[in-house]
């Protein structure tokens, strides 16, 4: 059983910067890959970033590349998520997920409740 608990929300306009944090406990968080997924009003829920157990290996999707960075700090059991140059299209429920297995492939074994993150000006 993995809890992970999302912080570092709020509100900006466009331009800003966000850190989004994930902080996680239950489990050994070492060996969970991890990564963020966000989801719009009227929205499927979609895939941001991922990070592997060792950070050896990350991924972003398309419409993020080069404007976020997602890290990881075992030693405190948190993950971030650094959002740069955010877009209004950035507005949405950001989750935090854990993968069990140490890679992001396949279906999320734990979920975050969420934190709204809103660009607008």
């Known amino acids: 059983q993995v809890q992970l608990v999302e912080s570092g929300g709020g509100l900006v306009q466009p331009g800003e910067s966000l850190r989004l944090a994930c902080a996680v406990s239950?489990?050994?968080?070492?060996?969970?890959?991890m990564g963020w997924f966000r989801q719009a009003p009227g929205n499927e829920r979609e895939f941001v970033s991922g990070?592997?157990?060792?950070?050896?290996?990350?991924d972003y999707a398309d419409s993020v590349k080069e404007r976020f960075t997602i890290s990881r700090d075992n030693a405190k059991n948190t993950v971030y998520l650094q959002m740069n140059s955010l877009k209004p299209e950035d507005t949405a429920v950001y989750f935090c997920?854990?993968?069990?297995?140490?890679?992001?492939?396949?279906?999320?074994?734990?979920w975050g409740q969420g934190t709204q993150v809103t660009v607008s000006s």
């Open positions: 997920a854990a993968w069990y297995s140490g890679s992001y492939h396949g279906p999320v074994d734990s």
């Open positions: 990070i592997s157990w060792n950070s050896g290996s990350t």
């Open positions: 239950g489990r050994t968080f070492s060996r969970n890959a």
